[in-house]
């Protein structure tokens, strides 16, 4: 199949990471955990989508100036050999509490080994921070 016939899901993702470890997510009625973040609606900049879709998801806001890119990736939807995900992946500062909205049921911390856990585009992102030792 040519790239061209491929759907494209458009994604940015919020890559919070402490003590070795990268913040994911679960939301209702799933049973993978993402990295923070959605789809892009309309025109949107990577920049507003990252900010909406943190606000709905954690109920904490990120300061934009901060946002800086880490990469973009791209990976087949598991089961579905037309579909592609596109991530474009920030860091970024935030005010607030990190809370779990109520389309999130679960919040984890999760380290390299956890890669197995999140789909195979946020897979790609682990082993990018794993080889720069960024998670434990």
């Given at each position: 199949?040519?790239a061209?016939s491929?759907k ?7 890559v919070l990471?402490?003590?070795g470890?990268?913040?994911?997510g679960?939301p ?8 923070p ?5 309309g025109a949107?900049t990577?920049?507003?989508?990252l900010?909406r879709?943190v606000?709905?998801e ?16 791209e990976?087949?939807?598991p089961?579905h050999?037309?579909?592609?995900v596109?991530?474009a992946?920030y860091t970024a ?6 809370t779990?909205s109520s389309?999130?049921?679960a ?6 080994a956890d890669?197995?856990?999140v ?5 790609l992102?682990f082993?990018?921070l794993a080889?720069a030792?960024?998670?434990?």
């Open positions: 199949m040519d061209s491929r494209l899901i458009d994604t940015v993702a919020w990471i402490e003590d470890r990268i913040l994911c679960r209702r009625g799933k049973d993978v955990f993402f990295i973040g959605g789809k892009r609606e949107e990577d920049l507003q989508t900010v879709e606000a709905e954690l109920a904490v806001d990120i300061t934009p100036g901060s946002a800086v890119h880490v990469g973009t990736y990976a087949a939807v089961g050999t037309d579909t592609v596109r991530m992946c500062d935030y005010r607030g509490v990190l779990a389309e999130i049921e919040l984890a911390w999760f380290g390299a890669r197995d856990l789909p195979p585009v946020d897979q992102l082993d990018d080889a030792g960024s998670l434990r």
